[in-house]
């Protein structure tokens, strides 16, 4: 056996036809155990017996890869960075035009649907990583772009009323906001978001 063979056989294994799935399974696995705070890629590629590097390759972050083990069609966290990194100025019209845009889909919405159900009524592990998720990724998708000593509390603020509406439109159908068009909620609720993103809350809750 030559010395290249010898090397290929020892270490973590190199990517296959069946890699993809079965990083999937480790991540599934690591997340139900340890939840979507306490996982990592580290962890995953252990289970999965792969290098770190391998799950990057085909999942390219945390967040991608919670988004595929749950089988998600889009992730909404990436999105959301996409519009924080490409806008230059207020963020909250294009913020709600982009997640209304991602359920208006028909093709997105019903995996969304049962994530979204499943993080706000159940009680087991998968809801508590899903709500991990929410907390962790997508409200610090917010807070990262934000500064000053409450950007994390401004951040849950911006995130709660995008889960607001979400809630409100695609769950539990409270009109007129179901039918009301995408354009016009972004449009009402922009204002909203960009308070929370520019607002020094704490000189704010302490005025006279």
């Known amino acids: ?19 993809r799935s079965q990083i999937l399974d480790a991540a599934r696995s690591e997340f139900s155990s340890s939840g979507y705070d306490g996982a990592t890629i580290r962890g995953v590629a252990g289970l999965a017996g792969v290098d770190p590097a391998l799950v990057l390759h085909y999942f390219g972050s945390k967040e991608e890869l919670f988004s595929a083990a749950l089988e998600l ?8 960075r996409q519009v924080i990194e490409a806008s230059d100025g207020p963020l909250g019209e294009s913020l709600v035009r982009t997640m209304l845009g991602i359920w208006d889909d028909p093709d997105n919405r019903r995996p969304l649907l049962a994530a979204l159900r499943s993080a706000t009524g159940d009680e087991g592990q998968v809801a508590e990583t899903e709500r991990q998720y929410i907390l962790c990724s997508l409200m610090s998708a917010f807070s990262h772009h934000l500064s000053g000593d ?18 409100a439109r695609y769950v539990v159908g409270i009109e007129p906001i179901k039918s009301t068009d995408a354009e016009t909620l972004a449009l009402l609720y922009g204002p909203v978001l960009d308070y929370f993103a520019t607002t020094d809350i704490g000189t704010t809750i302490t005025e006279p």
């Open 150 to 167: 409450d950007a994390a509390l401004r951040g849950a603020l911006i995130g709660s009323q995008l889960a607001g509406i979400l809630l």
């Open 1 to 19: 056996m030559s010395d290249t063979k010898a090397k290929r056989g020892k270490g973590r294994r190199p990517g296959s036809p069946n890699t």
């Open 73 to 80: 069609p889009v992730d909404p966290a990436g999105r959301i």
